[in-house]
């Protein structure tokens, strides 16, 4: 990392307050180049709470936009941090329609020149795109990095139209923690108790609830998801993933659906991180340059090169043993003019033709409610332990089917099953893994993907499968660039249960059968003997750090993920520590500390008994000025055969008062879930 201490601007950098039509206050931090001309302005637009959580991050780049003729703005949502206002629900029509006001009012600033950029990394990114699809016109270009174009089917809340079990829970739980902390009275003085407390008291209300409330992909979920309508984007995209993170597939999508002179794919082996922060796997990439590049096309006018590189750049990874982290992943570079690929052809491999089963004789898939729990972490944010470890115990779960790799395999896109299948009970969902199998027996995960049975017609509708009867159903992989050698085995393991990342049916237990004939497994095989021109970035430069310390503590570090076996009840549990931060003083002073634990908790043999539990611990604390106030939220779910149970607690307090303490238990109906 190269940390750039010479721009060629001087800086300067304000907070100030953005006014609303409705009178409402957003906290915002401008930086800002030294000049006498107007500049183009660059949005960051989050909940996240800029003076805290974000600042070491936002001091990483913002600063550095501004050295090179850019005002980068950094703006809490309403109802967050410091803004004013109540917090909503998630990209809700509000949120949204604040962005849209904040564009404007960059843009007729007297330092903007009326161009205006926005970037952000998931909740930013997120919201990038989906103010890009509402078109105000100061907005010219956008970076989305790991952002989703569908709300439902590649967020947090459902994959395949099963419920998420471990992001669903984990996520709504953060949020929960987020949205009750309070404003800071160093940034808006003594007003922030009454602050907090009417945010308290007024908008407080568990996101998990109305996630739960909506099963299949209707209205709720349309909102926000531009793959509803990839025309209404006018803005010019640049979309940005990694392999390890949950999101990637957005990217695929959007080089597909938009138009080819406005929109540029790039997917390396990253984790849900920025590629420039060198967090494991990489490499890293020089990031920021990459995306002046983006910015000085769209915004300035000046021939960067941005729109001469190939549609997508990709990283294809070489097979590499498993492991929970990685700090380089071997591989290279690859270009592709259009999506899809002309250089890339499906491959289809039939389960009859597998190395194991040349039969065409039925096969019982009735997995144990445990396996998924070397699954690794929903979202890798680049710890010792988030990657999936060594697949053999969950291959050992499942049914699978292993293909000889003959000569070397290049995979680049999202793999798809067909599957013939009988079931004899009304719901239960399919998870499939793709595994690259070296001569040794470990087992490599590469990709995977689920599906709901419910959903098989379509993710908007709950449709019961008759008990005895045989179809067909299809759904595709996660995408994936990677490599299998001669001498490995294209693994694919089938099971009917994948927990935690999967809430289980309540039939799961009863599984279903596999018909080997006409069941197969389809790969997006890329042509190897290509001649390409090299993809090549500069090395990953940052403006100088905020200077933000850990002090140094002699406790034991929990295990970042624990599985533990009651051999006797058949009972496994998985704790998680997501290591969101722990202590650190900041250098205005602020003395911030948060510790998170989640548990997910399942019977081997009982799809009723699965449970989640998330405790958040938050404390900020100034003390020149007597400030001391804490965070404390349980959150847990538990489910029936026709209803999940939510359980939520919040508790506040103000130098050891406390200010607020609420509880909340809900009974959702399972309506597919």
């Known amino acids: 990392m190269h940390i750039r201490t010479s721009f060629p601007y001087d800086t300067t950098h ?12 957003l906290y915002a931090r401008v930086w800002r180049p030294l000049t006498d001309e107007p500049v183009p302005a660059l949005l960051e637009y989050l909940p996240y709470r800029l003076s805290d959580w974000t600042a070491p991050r936002d001091h990483q780049r913002h600063p550095w936009y501004a050295g090179h003729g850019y005002a980068s703005v950094r703006v809490d949502i309403r109802g967050h941090g410091n803004s004013e206002g109540m917090p909503t629900d998630e990209y809700s029509a509000t949120e949204l329609a604040d962005g849209v006001e904040v564009v404007n009012w960059l843009a007729a600033q007297p330092w903007c020149d009326g161009k205006v950029g926005m970037f952000g990394i998931s909740w930013g990114g997120f919201n990038s795109l989906q103010i890009a699809a509402l078109a105000p016109e100061p907005l010219k270009a956008i970076v989305t990095v790991c952002s989703t174009d569908d709300r439902y089917d590649n967020d947090v809340h459902y994959m395949g139209g099963s419920v998420l079990a471990v992001d669903m829970h984990a ?17 808006v003085g003594p007003v922030w108790r009454e602050m907090w407390i009417k945010r308290l008291e007024a908008a407080v209300e568990p996101f998990l609830h109305t996630w739960l409330a909506h099963q299949t992909r209707d209205e709720y979920w349309r909102h926000g998801s531009v793959c509803e309508d990839y025309g209404a984007i006018d803005a010019a995209v640049l979309a940005v993933g990694g392999w390890h993170d949950p999101y990637r597939d957005t990217v695929l ?19 849900h991180q920025y590629p420039d922060r060198g967090l494991p796997p990489g490499p890293a990439i020089g990031f920021l340059q990459e995306t002046l590049r983006w910015w000085d096309h769209w915004l300035k006018g000046i021939d960067s090169g941005a729109m001469r590189e190939p549609l997508l750049r990709a990283y294809v990874s070489d097979s590499h043993p498993p492991a929970t982290v990685y700090g380089t992943l071997p591989g290279r570079w690859v270009g592709e003019p259009a999506w899809p690929s002309p250089n890339v052809t499906a491959v ?7 190395a194991v089963s040349h039969s ?28 999936p470890p060594d697949q053999r115990d969950d291959d050992g779960r499942s049914v699978c089917f292993d293909f000889v790799v003959g000569e070397e395999t290049w995979v680049l896109g999202r793999p798809r099953v067909r599957l013939r299948v009988t079931s004899e009970v009304p719901s239960g969902q399919i998870a499939v893994r793709l595994c690259d199998m070296a001569p040794d027996g470990s087992s490599t995960l590469v990709t995977r993907g689920v599906l709901n049975l419910s959903a098989r017609q379509g993710r908007d509708r709950a449709v019961p499968w008759t008990p005895g009867a045989t179809e067909y159903v299809e759904f595709e992989l996660s995408g994936i660039g990677h490599v299998f050698p001669p001498g490995h085995r294209i693994r694919l393991a089938v099971s009917s249960t994948y927990w935690p990342w999967i809430w289980p049916q309540p039939d799961s237990a009863a599984g279903f059968t596999l018909h080997p004939e006409g069941s197969s497994l389809e790969l997006p095989v890329r042509a190897r003997a290509l001649a390409e021109t090299a993809i090549t970035f500069e090395e990953p430069e940052q403006a100088e750090p905020l200077g933000v310390n850990s002090p140094i503590t002699l406790d034991e570090p929990r295990p970042e993920r624990l599985v533990v076996r009651d051999v006797a009840k058949g009972e496994w549990r998985l704790e998680v520590d997501p290591r969101y931060g722990g202590t650190r003083v900041y250098p205005d002073g602020l003395e911030f500390t948060e510790d998170a634990l989640e548990t997910y908790t399942i019977h081997e043999a009982d799809p009723l008994s699965a449970r989640t539990r998330s405790d958040w611990f938050v404390r900020l604390h100034r003390p020149e000025l007597a400030w001391d106030a804490t965070v404390r939220t349980r959150s847990e779910i538990s489910c029936t055969g026709k209803d999940f149970i939510a359980s939520n607690e919040v508790i506040c307090t103000d130098g050891g008062e406390v200010v607020f303490h609420r509880t909340w238990e809900q009974r959702i109906p399972r309506t597919a879930g």
């Open 360 to 387: 065409t004789a039925a096969v019982p898939v009735r997995s144990p409610q445990h396996t998924g729990v070397d699954a690794g972490r929903f979202f890798p944010f680049g710890n010792d332990a988030d990657l």
């Open 14 to 25: 304000d907070d100030l307050w953005i006014p609303l039509p409705d009178g409402t206050l």
């Open 171 to 187: 996520w709504a739980a953060t949020m929960l923690a987020f949205v009750s902390r309070p404003p800071d009275p160093l940034y």
């Open 348 to 354: 289809s491999y039939g389960f009859r033709d597998s």
């Open 253 to 271: 999508r959007l080089v597909e659906h938009l138009p080819a002179d406005r929109v540029r794919g790039l997917i390396g082996p990253w984790s």
